[in-house]
């Protein structure tokens, strides 16, 4: 291994290790002080994990969308998560779909910079018309009916940005 593959290899462990130790500190400063809201916001971590798996895409020269995927469905699920932790997670009893819209999107992403066979788009677009389908059927409540319309609006912006590439 040559002199600058390995100070990279080392920078890249060493950045993971700095990471670690200030998330450590952080949540021992929450604990120690007795604050205890700091652990609402675990799914922050979710994030840099997702953010890891696209920078494996990035950085690999064999670029499998698999990565790009698991980093996409990761970094949307986080997003989910943090709202459910601030606030409720009784609110995943209206908001369960936005799972199947995750994979739709993650799917959607690997169609984008990855396989490009129609079938992989197809799938993506198929997970999130039934996600708007579910919150459609299954929505009891009223106060969540504009998810449907953010939900549809994307799938048609991410259909045509498709359609013209």
Not at 90 to 106: E, K, N, R, S, Y
Request: hydrophobic share 55%; net charge positive.
């Amino acid at each position: 291994m040559s002199d600058h593959s390995h100070s990279l290899a080392f920078g890249s462990y060493a950045r993971l290790g700095i990471l670690l130790t200030v998330i450590g500190v952080i949540l021992a400063f929450d604990t120690l002080t007795d604050l205890s809201y700091l652990y609402r916001f675990w799914p922050l971590l979710v994030t840099i994990l997702g953010i890891g798996f696209i920078g494996i895409y990035v950085r690999r020269s064999r670029k499998e969308a698999v990565y790009i995927g698991i980093g996409t469905y990761l970094i949307s699920f986080s997003g989910l998560a943090l709202y459910c932790s601030l606030t409720s997670w009784t609110a995943l009893a209206d908001l369960w779909p936005l799972f199947i819209t995750m994979l739709g999107v993650a799917t959607l992403s690997g169609y984008l910079y990855g396989n490009r066979e129609p079938v992989v788009l197809l799938t993506g677009l198929l997970f999130m018309s039934l996600s708007i389908l579910f919150l459609f059927v299954f929505g009891t409540r009223t106060h969540l009916w504009w998810t449907v319309f953010i939900l549809a609006g994307v799938s048609f912006f991410i259909f045509d940005k498709v359609r013209q590439s």
